[in-house]
């Protein structure tokens, strides 16, 4: 059986990924979460948690974030339509579970494509405005129980 905690943290991890860093000197030291192997999504063989220490620091998530964004645009037109968004919410068959359907993912993509054009572009992925309703209790911080989006 898969721990719902440890996929919702792949879920976040991998829906937070972008090409822009987030100032890690500027807000509070994120709280850590659990380590998640990325090689779930999208082809990354990357490792969140990239000193296997059991928790993802600042660095190791700018690292993640950064270098994800490619592998979700599948046809490397420097955006994720939705169709990207969806097949890579599946990666590799990590998430065939009926759970994971279009009502689970759906609020993830509607709070990342800001401006409901149908694609996320690197800034959409990333940006401030994500990082804030991400941020449920506002302490500047993402924390696993943090990754459902308000509906």
């Given at each position: 059986m898969r721990n719902p905690l440890l996929l919702a943290t792949a879920?976040?991890?991998a829906a937070l990924s972008a090409c822009t860093t987030y100032d890690t000197a500027a807000a509070p030291a994120p709280r850590t979460v659990a380590s998640v192997n990325a090689s779930a999504v999208c082809g990354n063989t990357t490792y969140v948690d990239s000193n296997n220490d059991g928790w993802i620091s600042g660095d190791e998530w700018n690292m993640y974030r950064t270098s994800t964004y490619t592998y979700w645009?599948?046809?490397?037109?420097g955006r994720i339509s939705q169709s990207e968004f969806q097949n890579c919410w599946y990666g590799n068959g990590f998430y065939r579970d009926a759970y994971y359907n279009r009502d689970?993912?759906?609020p993830y993509w509607t709070g990342f494509d800001t401006n409901g054009d149908g694609y996320l572009s690197?800034?959409?992925y990333w940006?401030?405005?994500?990082f804030t309703r991400l941020?449920?209790?506002?302490?500047?911080?993402?924390d696993?129980?943090?990754y459902a989006w308000p509906r």
């Open positions: 879920l976040g991890a645009d599948t046809d490397r037109d689970y993912w759906n690197a800034d959409e940006s401030a405005q994500a941020d449920v209790n506002r302490n500047g911080r993402i696993a129980n943090e």
